[in-house]
T-cell receptor
Framework: EPEVTQTPSHQVTQMGQEVILRCVPI?????FYWYRQILGQKVEFLVS????????KSEIFDDQFSVERPDGSNFTLKIRSTKLEDSAMYFC?????????????FGPGTRLTVL | DAKTTQPPSMDCAEGRAANLPCNHS???????VYWYRQIHSQGPQYIIH???NNETNEMASLIITEDRKSSTLILPHATLRDTAVYYC?????????????FGKGTHLIIQP
């Protein structure tokens, strides 16, 4: 069964450094998403991406974040200058188009630790 | 904020049916009910969704009341591996770019 994959599984970085989290969505899906979950808190929506542009973003997704689909398979989340409060699990998700088929499927996540 | 209300925790004996309730009294006519679960810190796992009819798949059954203001997720024969946080989410059908709004969910603990 096709699944969303994410790399790396764990990323440790110093405050102020740039990080790029990578995702490979399910191959025939058209919508891509990033969510984050700070330890012990709810899963929060960050951004959705369709047709090579951002479709929707939350208040969390400020100027330090960016997303890109650099090729036909990868979907990335870049955090330009990491802060301690960016430490969280980051989940990528994807969905197909359509009413009954736009279920979002999630990857296993990347644990980001900012020191 | 989440448009659903769920009990914070529930226990169920292994092998018994686990029935997880969800209230969504303000649901709109074009909103579906989705259920996901999250085992420890893994990515949320899709379970099932429905609009107004009851649904069943290999994982679970979803029972939606006639007025659509509440629903119940049923895990017919719970195992220890079903211990997880279960999220009930309402979402517009065909709203492809819309992010999911997760609440705190129900922490289901399966007892041996």
């Amino acid at each position: 069964e096709p699944e969303v994959t994410q790399t790396p599984s764990h990323q440790v970085t110093q405050m102020g450094q740039e990080v790029i989290l990578r995702c490979v969505p399910i191959s025939n899906h058209l919508y891509f998403y990033w969510y984050r979950q700070i330890l012990g808190q709810k899963v929060e929506f960050l951004v959705s991406f369709y047709n090579n542009e951002i479709s929707e973003k939350s208040e969390i997704f400020d100027d330090q974040f960016s997303v890109e689909r650099p090729d036909g398979s990868n979907f990335t989340l870049k955090i330009r200058s990491t802060k301690l409060e960016d430490s969280a699990m980051y989940f990528c998700a994807s969905s197909a188009a359509g009413i009954r088929t736009d279920t979002q499927y999630f990857g296993p996540g990347t644990r980001l630790t900012v020191l | 904020d989440a448009k659903t209300t769920q009990p914070p925790s529930m226990d169920c004996a292994e092998g018994r049916a686990a029935n997880l309730p969800c209230n969504h009294s303000t649901i709109s006519g074009n909103e579906y009910v989705y259920w996901y679960r999250q085992i420890h810190s893994q990515g949320p796992q899709y379970i099932i969704h429905g609009l107004k009819n009851n649904e069943t798949n290999e994982m679970a059954s979803l029972i939606i009341t006639e007025d659509r203001k509440s629903s119940t997720l049923i895990l017919p024969h719970a195992t220890l591996r079903d211990t997880a946080v279960y999220y009930c989410i309402v979402r517009v059908g065909g709203g492809g770019a819309d992010g999911l709004t997760f609440g705190k969910g129900t922490h289901l603990i399966i007892q041996p």
